[in-house]
């Protein structure tokens, strides 16, 4: 069982940028598929980035495409998310996921239920 810590948050203007990392213990980050959330003060929580298990494929939603990077690095065994040109927009809590591969082999990145195991989440805040 993977356990996950967010990590990497804070508190920044907008324009500017964060990198958040979450790091996994119990097992290997690349076993897994990866994403990354967002929940914002009285909003659902989003699914903002995911990462395929093995090949590292990614998936972005549209709210994000061109600001937000998702990235592994296996040796760290670590999630990373870079956001760029931060907006008030983007203030929220930040969660990293993962799932292990399911039987039938279907990859649901944004949807929050398919996801087994989470972090604690790190917090975002932009300032204008």
């Known amino acids: 069982q993977v356990r996950l810590v967010e990590s990497g948050g804070g508190s920044v203007q907008a324009g500017g940028s964060l990198r958040l990392s979450c790091t996994a213990s119990?097992?290997?980050?690349?076993?897994?598929?990866m994403g990354w959330f967002r929940q914002g003060p009285g909003k659902d929580r989003e699914g903002v980035a995911g990462?395929?298990?093995?090949?590292?494929?990614?998936l972005y939603a549209d709210s994000v495409k061109g600001r937000f990077t998702i990235s592994r690095d296996n040796a760290a065994n670590t999630l990373y998310l870079h956001i760029d040109s931060l907006q008030p927009a983007d203030t929220a809590m930040y969660y990293c996921?993962?799932?292990?591969?399911?039987?039938?082999?279907?990859?649901?990145?944004?949807?929050?239920?398919?996801?087994?195991?989470w972090g604690q989440g790190t917090q975002v805040t932009v300032s204008s």
């Open positions: 990462i395929y298990r093995g090949s590292g494929r990614t």
């Open positions: 996921a993962a799932q292990s591969p399911r039987a039938d082999n279907v990859w649901l990145p944004f949807l929050p239920s398919w996801y087994s195991y």
């Open positions: 119990g097992d290997t980050v690349n076993n897994y598929y």
